[in-house]
């Protein structure tokens, strides 16, 4: 007899796969983004695949690509809701140990995060202080700094004596899509399917209740479906009769060439180089350990010049691209009312406005950005809510249909957290891993939605 080890990470073939499909799935994820795969990957560990199929389906031919391919996947915990914060910090424990928790390189770095508040902006320096004082109180890793400490973390920048920042000293960012692939990556290995290249056309309903979905290949029979199709969510549950509250927006994205010599930053620290732990019983270093050693040694010869900058008085967000030798610089604000109706009609096009803008900001801030030249720029979707916090959760009414979208912009650095609480709501266990109620789909219900949540904090 076969241990269910060896056939959970058995690859398995298209006649396995129909054979399978032809049994009822447990959960049908819609959508291969961030929030799909980690949902997936979660639902995976946690049950038996061959008892209860999990399938995930991807209209593209790749993972990533919708908004989850073009985020920046910075990693902060600056919130002004602390069960956002909360997610953040817990889904932060969670990627900066992936490597050593799971041998996949997800492109972690602790290059810190600094949230700037000045006098051009006079409203976020109080909104700031607080913040940091409630995190602190929460037990979340952050600090206020004044314009001579700021100066020290990042020579190079320029501060008026009355800026504050809050800095995170252990936040980052990751890169976007290794994430997707390695949570899809582990998914698979622990048995669930993974389908490219087929679009769910329908959410089956009987009545109310979900019963599965029905694809440009045929039909997938399921227990439970969860929409994380992004930007085309709406489009998609509206066809089912539900009028969800999510818009989708445009934002733009330029990216500089990043200073070789860095704005005069920081050397970005893995804090603890070989840690005791690292060590097994007789001295030698563990497996993992050597693996993470040795990816670190590689990437930090990709260097990164500076901390993430999210700068609330000049009103952009910024962090180096390392393996494109480059710098992203996008608006923290956007404009609500800018609705995009068919996300498939993305103008690639990026504004000249948005470049000299980009060029002027991040100069504005360092100086050496003055003189280096364009590298590229992208447009990209946003998926919103009216209070800018996503809808997490089963849907009212609809037996077995749940969905997870509209992360406002802020959604990446949430994604293991999502993962963790999406799958205990579908398999009906307590809810730990975020607060059910504060994100629930239904917290509009029989309210005209006020558009114009907080995207800063
Ligand atoms: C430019 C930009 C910068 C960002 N920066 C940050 C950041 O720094 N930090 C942060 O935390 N967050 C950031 N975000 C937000 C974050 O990236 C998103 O919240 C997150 O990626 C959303 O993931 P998702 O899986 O919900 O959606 P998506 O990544 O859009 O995935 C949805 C998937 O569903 C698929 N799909 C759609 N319809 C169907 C269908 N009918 N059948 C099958 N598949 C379907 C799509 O092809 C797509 O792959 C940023 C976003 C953007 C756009």
Redesign the pocket.
């Given at each position: 007899m076969r241990s269910r080890r060896s056939l959970k990470s058995q690859a398995f073939t298209g006649h396995q796969i129909g054979m399978l499909l032809a049994v009822k799935a447990h959960t049908v994820v819609?959508?291969?983004?961030?929030?799909?795969t980690s949902i997936a990957m979660q639902l995976a560990n946690r049950l038996d695949p061959l008892a209860n199929p999990i399938v995930l389906?991807?209209?593209?031919s790749h993972?990533?690509?919708?908004?989850?391919?073009?985020?920046?996947?910075?990693?902060r915990m600056q919130y002004a809701d602390l069960e956002v914060a909360r997610m953040a910090r817990n889904s932060l424990t969670d990627y900066s140990s992936f490597l050593t928790r799971t041998g996949r390189d997800i492109g972690f770095r602790k290059t810190g995060v600094l949230t700037l508040a000045g006098a051009r902006a006079p409203e976020w320096i109080p909104r700031v202080r607080e913040c940091v004082e409630m995190l602190r109180a929460d037990g979340v890793k952050t600090e206020l700094v004044g314009a001579a400490e700021i100066r020290e973390l990042f020579p190079g920048i320029a501060v008026a004596e009355d800026v504050i920042g809050a800095w995170e000293p252990d936040s980052g960012?990751v890169d976007?899509v290794a994430t997707v692939e390695a949570f899809a990556a582990i998914a698979r290995t622990r048995g669930a399917i993974t389908r490219l290249g087929?679009?769910?056309?329908e959410i089956v309903m009987d009545g109310e209740r979900a019963m599965g979905v029905e694809?440009n290949e045929g039909r997938i029979d399921a227990e439970h479906v969860v929409v994380?199709?992004?930007?085309?969510t709406h489009a998609?549950l509206g066809d089912a009769g539900i009028e969800a509250p999510l818009r989708v927006v445009r934002?733009e994205?330029h990216f500089i060439a990043m200073p070789s010599t860095g704005a005069g930053g920081r050397e970005e620290s893995r804090g603890d180089s070989l840690a005791f732990d690292d060590l097994n019983a007789t001295g030698e270093l563990d497996p993992l350990a050597r693996l993470e050693n040795e990816t670190e040694r590689r990437r930090s010869a990709l260097k990164v010049a500076h901390p993430v900058i999210i700068d609330l008085e000049l009103g952009f967000?910024s962090?180096c691209v390392p393996e494109r030798e480059s710098t992203r610089v996008?608006r923290i604000e956007y404009d609500s009312a800018a609705v995009l109706e068919d996300p498939d009609q993305l103008d690639e096009e990026v504004s000249e406005e948005m470049k000299r803008w980009s060029r002027e900001v991040l100069a504005g801030r360092m100086p050496v950005y003055g003189d280096l030249p364009d590298v590229a720029s992208e447009a990209?979707?946003?998926?919103l809510t009216p209070d800018a916090q996503p809808l997490l959760g089963s849907i009212a009414g609809m037996q077995g249909l749940f969905v997870?979208?509209g992360?406002s912009?802020?959604?990446?650095?949430?994604?293991p957290a999502v993962g963790e609480g999406m799958s205990q709501l579908i398999l009906g266990d307590p809810i730990t891993a975020f607060d059910a109620d504060f994100f629930s789909p239904a917290r509009f219900a029989g309210r005209t939605p006020q558009w114009g949540g907080n995207f800063g904090l």
């Open positions: 819609v959508g291969g983004g961030v929030m799909g389906v991807e209209r593209a993972l990533a690509a919708g908004s989850s391919g073009r985020s920046g996947a910075i990693l960012f976007p087929v679009e769910v056309t694809t994380v199709a992004g930007p085309w998609l934002p994205q967000y962090r996008g990209a979707l946003y998926t997870a979208s992360f912009g802020h959604g990446f650095k949430l994604a």
